[in-house]
């Protein structure tokens, strides 16, 4: 059963060739760093 749950869950998780992984992976570690900086500026003026 272990198994089977684990490969059903490995294949469903799996992406299609020629998807932009790099470019998804680079928002979603960039975005949060972009937000906390306009944030910290925002705090700053207001000081």
Not at 10 to 28: C, D, F, N, W
């Amino acid at each position: 059963y272990f198994l089977e749950t684990s490969i059903h869950r490995y294949r469903s998780k799996t992406v299609e060739g020629a998807t932009a992984v790099g470019a998804i992976g680079a928002h979603s570690i960039g975005e949060p760093g972009t937000q906390m900086t306009l944030k910290t500026f925002h705090f700053a003026g207001v000081a």
